[in-house]
């Protein structure tokens, strides 16, 4: 059979939100060809992303078109791709492979998946949900040496995991400046996730700015009122933000990479941002003021040098990175990162240039989970929508109608109401 190879290789995005959009496609362009063509979609749901936030993301890839889950297998049917990267939740990931498996197209395209940044929980339930896929890549060494460990326990194929990076590493590296000293503190929707705690991170913001009038000071937020992340923002700090700011304190939104080209110190909970900031060489600090807490995924950078406090900060002191983290972890590598992604490009490479695929074979079948895989797959539906037709216009119109009010009562009513059920 001729190979895949010999003509440009075409490579579809699905993804269900702005940050595993960013993830997404940034994987594409890295693990394509030079001649490699990237088409994108975005799964309509509850966080399917704003055109404001898809900018954002600096993916450099045209606009995703919205497709449902059935929809974007319809487009695999009738499109040929040569490789299709899930940038989606663990489920729908698992979801998708059992439909590719139930009805693949001719030939199946190269499936490839992975995690938008720190794996800080849910590594077994995300990793077995993941399996089936030709690529699960790993964003670090330390990242690929787990999730084999966890394949290898349950006796499930570890082959496809291929250590790579984080696609959207990179800017120009730290240079301190005498006439500026921007400290930012990156946001995060869901860490953590009490008003009380997430006030009193504005407090002790609110209070360095007061401590440091001649320092500039930036709450990076990730998203406005009204739109979605991957995860939800029940206490949005714009919100709790409302009463007067001190002159040196901004919110402001924006794409990372050009926050952190004016950055001095990156505060966070938790966030990925910090692996950016490390990347770059800017000065970063990981909170430990609520603790040091599964739950608050900062547990992920004991051993990094990075854990302080907001009074250890008020006082002028800044985390030193302990080079042997930073080494495990794929940041600040000293040129490595450039070939980060050499493996998994040429392991696309030989996929498309070998015999046809099989049909995906998860580790999850109806023998191996026969309480739990039964529920993921009716939860999407989509076990048989490989092999439906598409829905009539009326019956589309209908279903869209249906999603949109669906949509707006998640993202506006539902936090509304539960707010007003705490009072």
Same mark, same amino acid.
Not at 10 to 29: E, H, N
Not at 79 to 90: F, I
């Given at each position: ?128 949900? @993941? ?16 999730? @084999? ?121 938790? &966030? ?36 302080? &406090? ?22 600040? &590598? ?72 669906? @949509? ?16």
């Amino acid at each position: 059979m001729p190979s895949r190879t010999s003509a440009a290789v075409r490579i579809a995005v699905l993804a269900d939100s702005d940050t595993r959009w960013k993830w997404g496609a940034l994987t594409a362009r890295r693990i394509a060809p030079e001649d490699g063509r990237v088409t994108g979609f975005v799964l309509r749901g509850r966080a399917t992303p704003t055109a404001r936030q898809l900018a954002e993301t600096g993916a450099g890839v045209g606009a995703p078109r919205e497709v449902t889950g059935a929809g974007f297998l319809r487009v695999l049917r009738e499109e040929a791709y040569d490789v299709v990267v899930l940038a989606l939740v663990g489920g729908t990931v698992q979801a998708m492979l059992h439909a590719l498996a139930g009805a693949p197209p001719h030939p199946r395209p190269v499936v490839v998946t992975g995690y938008v940044g720190v794996v800080y929980e849910k590594l077994a339930d995300g990793l077995l949900l @993941r399996h089936g896929a030709d690529l699960v890549l790993a964003n670090s060494r330390h990242d690929a040496e787990r999730f @084999r460990a966890v394949y290898e326990g349950v006796g499930a194929d570890p082959s496809a995991v291929v250590e790579a990076a984080l696609p959207f590493l990179g800017g120009a590296p730290y240079t301190p400046r005498e006439d500026r000293d921007t400290v930012v503190f990156a946001a995060q929707p869901s860490v953590p996730a009490t008003r009380e705690e997430r006030a009193y991170l504005l407090r002790r913001l609110t209070g360095h700015a007061l401590l440091h009038p001649h320092r500039e000071v930036l709450l990076k937020l990730r998203s406005r009122p009204g739109e979605h992340t991957t995860h939800l923002e029940e206490h949005p700090y714009q919100k709790l933000a409302r009463g007067p700011l001190p002159p040196n304190l901004r919110l402001v939104h924006g794409h990372m990479g050009e926050v952190l080209d004016r950055t001095d110190l990156l505060v966070t909970v938790s &966030s990925t941002a910090a692996l950016e900031a490390l990347h770059r060489r800017v000065p970063t600090a990981v909170l430990t003021d609520l603790g040091v807490r599964e739950a608050l995924g900062n547990h992920h950078f004991i051993g990094s040098g990075l854990l302080t &406090s907001w009074d250890a900060l008020d006082g002028g002191h800044r985390p030193v990175p302990d080079e042997a983290w930073l080494a495990a972890q794929g940041v600040a &590598s000293h040129g490595a990162y450039e070939r980060a992604f050499d493996a998994a490009r040429a392991r696309v490479l030989d996929l498309l240039a070998g015999p046809p695929l099989p049909p995906p074979a998860p580790w999850y079948t109806r023998a191996t989970a026969p309480g739990y895989l039964p529920g993921v797959l009716a939860r999407h539906r989509l076990d048989s929508a490989a092999a439906a037709p598409a829905a009539g216009p009326v019956r589309r119109a209908l279903r869209d109608a249906a999603r949109s009010v669906y @949509r707006h009562g998640v993202q506006r009513v539902a936090p509304v109401v539960r707010r007003l059920g705490e009072l």
